[in-house]
């Protein structure tokens, strides 16, 4: 079965970066694009972008452009999302996510709570 | 950016009720291929999000059918009949059709 498995929850200093991992398993990695969103507490839900593990391309929002950075690993299934220059605004829980070909989102991982404090 | 406006932002209902939420958007979702990618997600509290209906009217795999989705162009609605404890939390609506993909702020169905 799919499984997409988050890294655990981090503490970060404001300015500082971190990186989010999301490991995928249960089917062909390289078959599907993984996306993130981000869900600051209490609130909505918003695309950051996804990647194409096959080929490494990728497609932000432009919101996110300067914000995040996706990458994958094929050798262990792992899609990451490094977050930079961080500030309060950016704690949230951030989810990597993955479509079943004509349908929606399908498949989700647990999420991963990001707090930025000093 | 398209943006999803829904309503209300809160829908208290009696179990066994129907409930209604709708999903208005600044521009036409219809893509250029002839699809609509509107989809709706509900959010359990604690829980990620999971996939209810796509492409407007499509229900996922295992979801009930007493969720309905229908609409078209930019004006789309949730129906839930008979609502049950398991489907009380939040929703959102969701579109895919203009890139950056963009959520609606999310409707909560809550016990009265």
């Known amino acids: 079965q799919v499984n997409l498995l988050q890294s655990g929850a981090a503490l970060v200093k404001p300015g500082a970066s971190v990186k989010l991992s999301c490991k995928a398993s249960?089917?062909?990695?390289?078959?599907?694009?993984i996306h993130w969103v981000k869900q600051s507490h209490g609130k909505s839900l918003e695309w950051i972008g996804y990647i194409n593990p096959n080929s490494g391309y990728t497609n932000y929002n432009e919101k996110f452009k300067s914000k995040a950075t996706l990458t994958v690993d094929k050798s262990t299934n792992t899609a990451y999302m490094e977050l930079s220059r961080l500030t309060s605004e950016d704690s949230a829980t951030y989810y990597c996510t993955r479509i079943i070909r004509g349908t929606g989102f399908a498949y989700w991982g647990q999420g991963t709570l990001v707090t930025v404090s000093s | 950016d398209v943006v999803l406006t829904q309503t209300p932002v809160a829908q208290p209902v009696t179990l066994g009720d129907q409930a209604s939420i709708s999903c208005r958007s600044s521009?036409?979702?219809?893509?250029?291929?002839?699809?609509?990618?509107l989809e709706w997600y509900l959010q359990k509290p604690g829980q990620s999000p999971q996939l209810l209906i796509y492409k407007v009217s499509n229900r996922f795999s295992g979801v009930p059918d007493r969720f309905i989705g229908s609409g078209s162009g930019s004006d789309f609605t949730l129906k839930i009949s008979r609502v049950e404890p398991e489907d009380l939390g939040v929703y959102y609506c969701?579109?895919?059709?203009?890139?950056?993909?963009?959520f609606g702020a999310g409707t909560k169905l809550e016990l009265k």
């Open positions: 969701f579109q895919a059709t203009h890139d950056p993909y963009t």
């Open positions: 521009q036409s979702l219809v893509h250029s291929n002839g699809n609509t990618y």
């Open positions: 249960g089917y062909t990695f390289t078959d599907y694009y």
